[in-house]
């Protein structure tokens, strides 16, 4: 009759599973208190301390209009929470970096307001330097992935515009309050205008060669509003 070897059989029962693979699985409840489990609690820990990407809002812009890029003052939406389920609003993040279109020297100027919802898009590294000089610097500091390194690009979560450049499959649409002024060396447009209103021209229009100010009918002198003798 044989017997069983018991100190075989509980070195069995301890070691871990090495499946074909040869590395041990270590998501088994006996696992539950292992070194593997301390270690991925302390991971995650510091990893619950880097920040990427953060819904925020605005409130305050400053450097707007005609003038190099601007800053904003942002303040995180997702409240801060402890473990007992108390809650506490972020503080706010100030001189963010916000996101213009621009290429050299043509940009798309359309600045963000007070009350506008984007992102803070969390810089890997201390940006205070590149920030200050706007150029190539070294790190301001050590830290890294830290919401006071944050970049501002808007237009998520926001209402119902009221003025806008609306591309649609039928055209494109502009509509504002105010007024549409365009100022270049020579305006060009091809196909048929439509104008539902008047028409107020500064100086001279010319229609097929034909001056509007310098044209003359018969019997009325150029510019003068009068009429000579009507021919019999």
Known sequence: MTQSNPT??????????????????????????????????????????????????????????????????????VHQQDASGRIMPHGVLYNVPYFRLQGGCRAVILDPMVGDIGLALV????????????????????????????????????????????????GITLKTSGTVSIDAQNTHITGPVSIDGSLTVSQDATANGISLTQHTHPGVQPGSGTTGTPQG
């Open 123 to 170: 810089a890997d590294r201390d940006i205070f330097n590149v920030k200050t000089a706007r150029a190539s610097a070294a790190p301001g500091s050590f830290r890294q992935q830290n919401m006071a390194d944050a970049l501002y690009i808007g237009g998520f979560l926001n209402g119902t515009p009221q003025e806008y450049l609306w591309f649609t499959e039928n």
């Open 8 to 77: 075989a059989q509980t070195a069995s029962q301890s070691a871990p599973h090495t499946p074909a693979s040869g590395y041990p699985i270590f998501n088994r409840a006996d696992a539950a208190a292992s070194d593997f489990n301390a270690l991925n609690t302390v991971i995650t820990r510091l990893l619950s301390g880097r920040r990427t990407i953060v819904p925020v809002q605005v409130k305050a812009v400053s450097g707007a209009g005609l003038n190099p890029v601007g800053t904003v003052d942002v303040q995180p939406m």
